[in-house]
């Protein structure tokens, strides 16, 4: 349901209009506004709405964030929202984030380098987790596999680009982030997507793209013009990535613990679960969601308290994890 009649009525209250002149006019540096919790998501509207850059809305928790983005895209469109979700994990935990989440990540940064069809998002809410958390520079330039009905694709160059973008061959395609080939039929689990897909070929041709139900693997539905499989992971193995492992492979292939493990299977190019947290020894360079939006975004903090008190907590909590890892 699109409510977007209430902003209207919102931005005409006279309190609220002046607070939204002083936003836009840039009169003072920062700006406290008490809200009640039920009238945040409409002040926020009512300022993205006619605004000429984007706004950043920082929530203490996941809860938060998913509740404001749901409220938001009803006030304004899905389209104008974007949720940037945090990993289920710290960064120096030897867990690896689920596909889905990458795949929701990755569609956001997409957005706000201009790398998709859908335009950049007027308003992108993220807990603190994810403004927090550093990730891999250049996210945005990563290309998802795009399988369009009608095209042409050789399927073994197909698997490649699928096991590139960090999908797992498999024999049954069951969770996201998994692909398997049967003949002239490729089945893949794009993370972002709420069902697998069927892609049937003739030769290299791409006949039929249809959705199929995990439980009894029978396709349904209309066949789809397209679909786009975005990688599973931030942290993809490519050439450098192998060079860098092989090497810190030998330097701690004498050192307690398994690290010297973890970088050899990575330099034969297996995609080991916990690997994002040894990023930072892999890559050129770390940014931060910050980093990857518009200068002259305008961050719009929610019940700031709160966030701040949840930003030394995830600290401290990782401090420690990267102390024991």
């Not at 049937?200 to 499989?229: C, M, N």
């Not at 975004?297 to 700031?304: A, E, G, H, I, R």
């Amino acid at each position: 349901m699109k409510l977007s009649g209430l902003v209207e009525i919102t931005r005409t209250e006279p309190v609220i209009s002046d607070a939204i002149a002083d936003c836009r006019s840039g009169r003072v540096a920062s700006l406290d506004i008490t809200l009640t919790d039920a009238a945040r998501s409409l002040f926020t509207a009512a300022l993205a709405t006619g605004a000429d850059r984007t706004l950043l809305l920082v929530t203490s928790t996941y809860r938060e964030a998913e509740a404001s983005s749901a409220a938001l895209s009803s006030l304004l469109g899905e389209d104008a929202v974007a949720y940037y979700p945090a990993w289920e994990t710290l960064p120096h935990e030897r867990l690896s984030p689920r596909s889905d989440t990458v795949g929701r990540r990755l569609a956001v940064l997409r957005r706000l380098a201009g790398n998709d069809e859908l335009p950049a998002p007027r308003v992108v809410v993220a807990p603190v987790r994810s403004v927090l958390q550093p990730q891999v520079r250049g996210l945005a330039e990563l290309r998802p596999v795009r399988i369009v009905s009608g095209g042409d694709y050789d399927i073994e160059r197909l698997a490649r680009d699928l096991v590139d973008a960090a999908y797992l061959r498999v024999d049954l395609v069951e969770r996201r982030g998994e692909f398997c080939v049967r003949g002239g039929l490729v089945d893949v689990f794009p993370p972002t997507l709420e069902h697998p897909v069927r892609v049937d070929f003739f030769g290299d041709a791409v006949e039929e793209i249809r959705p199929f139900a995990v439980a009894d693997q029978r396709s349904f539905g209309d066949p789809l013009p397209e679909v786009v499989a975005s990688p599973c992971r931030e942290l993809l193995i490519t050439d450098d990535v192998r060079t860098r492992a092989a090497a810190l492979a030998a330097t701690y292939a004498n050192e307690p613990g398994n690290l010297g493990e973890l970088f050899a299977r990575i330099a034969d190019g297996h995609a080991v679960d916990g690997m994002e947290a040894l990023a930072p020894a892999l890559v050129d360079a770390l940014e931060l969601l910050i980093d990857v939006m518009p200068a002259d975004t305008q961050v719009l903090v929610s019940d700031p308290e709160r966030v701040r008190t949840r930003a030394h907590e995830l600290v401290a909590t990782s401090e420690e994890f990267l102390a024991a890892s």
